[in-house]
Each structure stands twice: as structure tokens, then as C-alpha cells.
């Protein structure tokens, strides 16, 4: 649509009746949603100004207070990258398009449609990038994981992890709160109770692996290597984790492998035992090429057939059906391991 059609934005006026401000509302929002010439028009700064005040966005029928944010979501949008907005005001707004998006919750409710228009506009354009913004940030992702439900489309979905990439490209450092945020929902009970939450987490993760890299490579460090991570909420569930985002994506723990091969030959027993019982599960996956991929963590692993500490040693076996099942090209180096056929035996 071009600059000439803005000039039939209906105007808008706190003293027109309620059905008549929805109307005009609507109106304004099919014209700006159809505007896709850059830069911003001459009519909309009075619109813009407008919908910033108390009386639409504090309205009270929730279609009048939808149809202003997405309204103001279009302004962003159209305006984009210099919004009619000073950053207290956008700071404003943010926290209100997240608490707007409750919505989508209800796919049955009367209002659903707006929390659509309102997520697709919001997936087109980076909002959420302001400085200052960490709580609503956090808000915005426990939103999504929340209220994601099995009978979301795929749009639905793909805009929330849009939305989502977004933030995580965009601003200065991802908190640890915000990683943990993520990450939770790929762990147990969330993986089980939780699915579509579990499901929205691999998914973004997948989408946005090369912005959260740093981030979760940074976390490994600090838990594995500095202990600096006791602000973290999944810190102690660090081997989980591991096995967890290997399944999703195995180039998020490229740094993260070195270090498990230093804990492999820790003096500490219980710290052995923990990370071969990670590794075990590790190289048993159906799909795995660790041990093709990492020639040098294999090896090391296979020295645990030998460890000092029994449980040690059981564990290295207690997955050796999988290895062959799976991977048989790996024989010829489980058998040579002293003790594996009688292990083998007993775990059979």
C-alpha cells in the first residue's frame, strides 16, 4: 500500500462512542499492516502520539486495548529503525506487549486473533533490544514457554522463536537468568509434562545456536572449570545438560569436550564416575559421532575400562550393547579393553 492511502486513516477521539473507536481502530490497523514503503509517512505521528495515551492502552474493552497495541506494534514496525518513541516510552510499551501476548494462551478466546497479529508483527522487527529491558526480556520468554500449547500452529510457533532470536541477537549479553530460562525447559520434568515447552526450547535453540554459543559455552566454563555458576539455577544439573543440548545441536559443545576429557582423569572417583556415566550415554546415542568425530575423548573414555573404581569400570560397559548395536564399527576397540567381555557378560 502507498503513502496516499495513509491519508484515509480514520481519526481517532476519546469522545467517540465505543463501537465507533473499534471500528476506526480496525480500520487504521488493515492500512498499516498493508503500508510497506520505507521511511516514515507524514500522517502517522499524530496516530503514533495517540495511541500512547492512558485512555486507549488502559481502555476498557480488551479489543480496543489489542487493537492499540498492535497499532503501536505497526508503528515500530513501519518505522523501523527510528521509532516515533523517546526510550522511556518504548520502555513503556514493551512490558504492555508482553503482558498483551498473554492472549494466545486461550486459541478459543475472542481476542486470539489480535494476539496473532500482535506476535507476527513482533517477530518482523527488533523491539526488544532497548538497554535497561532484562526484566521484561525474562518476562517475554516465561510468557512463551508458559502459554505454548499443542494446538498452536506452526506460524504461532515460528513467530515466538522469531521473537525470541531476536533478543538473543540483538542485545549487548544474554543474562544467566535468561539462559536459564531456556535451558530449564530442556530438562526433566519439563521434557515430560511439559512438551510443547520442551519442544519451543529445542526448536529456538536449534534456530538461534550461533548467538547462544558464546553464552553457553561461557556457562560450561565458569560450572565445570571456575565453579563461578552458583547464580544459576540448572548448575547443578550441569551433565545433564550436556547430554541434553548433544542430542539437540553438538556444536554448542565443541569448548565443552576438552574439559570433559580433563575431568575424566580426575583423581576424584565420584567426579569420574559422573562423567563416564555421561560420556557412556554420550557415545550410546543411536545418532551419535562422538566417537568418530572425537578420536582423542573415545580413547580416553575406553582408559576407564581400566580404572581403579568398579563402578567406573561397570559403567563403561553398561551401555556396550548399544555401542554394538549402534555403532559396530567401535568393536574392534571395546574388545581389546581388558575385562569388557566379562562385563559385557553381566550387563548382557
Given at each position: 500500500?502507498?503513502?496516499?492511502?495513509?491519508?484515509?486513516?480514520?481519526?481517532?477521539?476519546?469522545?467517540?462512542?465505543?463501537?465507533?473507536?473499534?471500528?476506526?481502530?480496525?480500520?487504521?490497523?488493515?492500512?498499516?499492516?498493508?503500508?510497506?514503503?520505507?521511511?516514515?509517512?507524514?500522517?502517522?505521528?499524530?496516530?503514533?502520539?495517540?495511541?500512547l495515551r492512558p485512555f486507549y492502552y488502559q481502555h476498557r474493552s480488551k479489543t480496543i486495548r489489542m487493537l492499540t497495541l498492535c497499532l503501536i506494534a505497526e508503528v515500530f514496525r513501519i518505522s523501523f529503525p527510528n521509532p516515533p518513541y523517546s526510550n522511556q516510552e518504548q520502555q513503556m510499551v514493551l512490558p504492555m506487549f508482553v503482558s498483551s501476548l498473554q492472549v494466545l494462551e486461550e486459541p478459543g478466546a475472542s481476542s486470539y486473533?489480535?494476539?496473532?497479529?500482535?506476535?507476527?508483527?513482533?517477530?518482523?522487527?527488533?523491539?526488544?533490544?532497548?538497554?535497561?529491558?532484562?526484566?521484561?526480556?525474562?518476562?517475554?520468554?516465561?510468557?512463551?514457554?508458559?502459554?505454548?500449547?499443542?494446538?498452536?500452529?506452526?506460524?504461532?510457533?515460528?513467530?515466538?522463536?522469531?521473537?525470541?532470536?531476536?533478543?538473543?541477537?540483538?542485545?549487548?549479553?544474554?543474562?544467566?537468568?535468561?539462559?536459564?530460562?531456556?535451558?530449564?525447559?530442556?530438562?526433566?520434568?519439563?521434557?515430560?509434562?511439559?512438551?510443547?515447552?520442551?519442544?519451543?526450547?529445542?526448536?529456538?535453540?536449534?534456530?538461534?545456536?550461533?548467538?547462544?554459543?558464546?553464552?553457553?559455552?561461557?556457562?560450561?566454563?565458569?560450572?565445570?572449570?571456575?565453579?563461578?555458576?552458583?547464580?544459576?539455577?540448572?548448575?547443578?544439573?550441569?551433565?545433564?545438560?550436556?547430554?541434553?543440548?548433544?542430542?539437540?545441536?553438538?556444536?554448542?559443545?565443541?569448548?565443552?569436550?576438552?574439559?570433559?576429557?580433563?575431568?575424566?582423569?580426575?583423581?576424584?572417583?565420584?567426579?569420574?564416575?559422573?562423567?563416564?556415566?555421561?560420556?557412556?550415554?554420550?557415545?550410546?546415542?543411536?545418532?551419535?559421532?562422538?566417537?568418530?568425530?572425537?578420536?582423542?575423548?573415545?580413547?580416553?573414555?575406553?582408559?576407564?575400562?581400566?580404572?581403579?573404581?568398579?563402578?567406573?569400570?561397570?559403567?563403561?560397559?553398561?551401555?556396550?550393547?548399544?555401542?554394538?548395536?549402534?555403532?559396530?564399527?567401535?568393536?574392534?576397540?571395546?574388545?581389546?579393553?581388558?575385562?569388557?567381555?566379562?562385563?559385557?557378560?553381566?550387563?548382557?
Amino acid at each position: 500500500m502507498s503513502r496516499s492511502a495513509l491519508r484515509d486513516l480514520p481519526a481517532i477521539k476519546e469522545d467517540l462512542q465505543e463501537g465507533e473507536l473499534e471500528k476506526r481502530l480496525k480500520t487504521c490497523l488493515k492500512i498499516l499492516i498493508d503500508f510497506e514503503d520505507e521511511g516514515f509517512p507524514e500522517p502517522l505521528p499524530t496516530l503514533a502520539s495517540s495511541l500512547l495515551r492512558p485512555f486507549y492502552y488502559q481502555h476498557r474493552s480488551k479489543t480496543i486495548r489489542m487493537l492499540t497495541l498492535c497499532l503501536i506494534a505497526e508503528v515500530f514496525r513501519i518505522s523501523f529503525p527510528n521509532p516515533p518513541y523517546s526510550n522511556q516510552e518504548q520502555q513503556m510499551v514493551l512490558p504492555m506487549f508482553v503482558s498483551s501476548l498473554q492472549v494466545l494462551e486461550e486459541p478459543g478466546a475472542s481476542s486470539y486473533v489480535y494476539g496473532c497479529t500482535l506476535l507476527e508483527t513482533l517477530s518482523t522487527v527488533s523491539v526488544f533490544s532497548l538497554d535497561g529491558c532484562a526484566d521484561t526480556l525474562s518476562d517475554l520468554f516465561k510468557l512463551f514457554f508458559t502459554i505454548v500449547r499443542p494446538d498452536h500452529s506452526t506460524k504461532v510457533r515460528q513467530c515466538m522463536i522469531h521473537v525470541m532470536s531476536s533478543v538473543v541477537q540483538e542485545v549487548s549479553c544474554v543474562s544467566q537468568e535468561l539462559l536459564d530460562l531456556i535451558l530449564i525447559n530442556i530438562l526433566e520434568p519439563a521434557k515430560s509434562e511439559m512438551t510443547s515447552s520442551y519442544a519451543l526450547a529445542v526448536d529456538f535453540i536449534r534456530a538461534a545456536s550461533t548467538h547462544l554459543e558464546p553464552y553457553i559455552q561461557l556457562f560450561f566454563n565458569n560450572t565445570l572449570v571456575t565453579g563461578k555458576s552458583s547464580e544459576s539455577e540448572v548448575a547443578d544439573r550441569i551433565y545433564d545438560l550436556i547430554l541434553e543440548l548433544y542430542g539437540i545441536d553438538p556444536s554448542l559443545l565443541l569448548s565443552v569436550l576438552s574439559q570433559l576429557e580433563y575431568k575424566l582423569k580426575s583423581t576424584d572417583s565420584d567426579e569420574r564416575l559422573q562423567v563416564t556415566q555421561l560420556l557412556a550415554k554420550m557415545f550410546a546415542l543411536k545418532d551419535s559421532k562422538l566417537a568418530f568425530e572425537n578420536k582423542t575423548l573415545w580413547f580416553c573414555f575406553l582408559g576407564r575400562f581400566s580404572d581403579v573404581s568398579s563402578d567406573v569400570r561397570a559403567e563403561c560397559v553398561k551401555h556396550s550393547k548399544y555401542y554394538l548395536a549402534y555403532h559396530p564399527d567401535l568393536s574392534g576397540d571395546l574388545s581389546s579393553m581388558k575385562g569388557f567381555m566379562t562385563l559385557r557378560k553381566v550387563f548382557a
